[in-house]
Structure formats: structure tokens, C-alpha cells
């Protein structure tokens, strides 16, 4: 078994965790995602991502 570390990690690599993702790194986090499936499939739960939500303006800081 292999031991990785980061500061962060998101259990899901669906269209929201991606891009916090995104959002963490470029904050200069290290980052895991960890994805149940290995292939893209176009149906998710988490259809929208709405920019100016309580969660978003913490990281636009």
C-alpha cells in the first residue's frame, strides 16, 4: 500500500469537486482527488455551481 500526503483531500472527481480542486491548488494547496469510477459519466448530482454561494466567497478571499 502506498502513503500520499496532502493538505487537502476530495472524495469525488464530479464537476464540483474538480473544480475546488482547481480552486485549492491555485491557492498553492496539495490537492487528492479520489474517484469511485474510472470513466467520465455525464449523469452527476452536483449540476450546478453557483459562484457566489457562502462556500465560494471563502476561497475568493
Do not use: H
Not at 3 to 23: N, R
Not at 34 to 55: A, C, D, K, L
Request: charged share 20%; hydrophobic share 40%.
Amino acid at each position: 500500500m502506498q502513503t500520499m500526503q496532502a493538505d487537502v483531500c476530495i472524495v469525488g472527481g464530479g464537476p464540483s469537486g474538480l473544480t475546488l480542486a482547481l480552486e485549492l491548488v491555485r491557492k498553492k494547496l496539495n490537492v487528492i482527488v479520489v474517484e469511485q469510477t474510472s470513466v467520465y459519466v455525464r449523469s452527476f448530482r452536483g449540476e450546478s455551481i453557483w459562484r457566489r454561494s457562502n462556500v465560494g466567497n471563502s476561497f475568493a478571499k
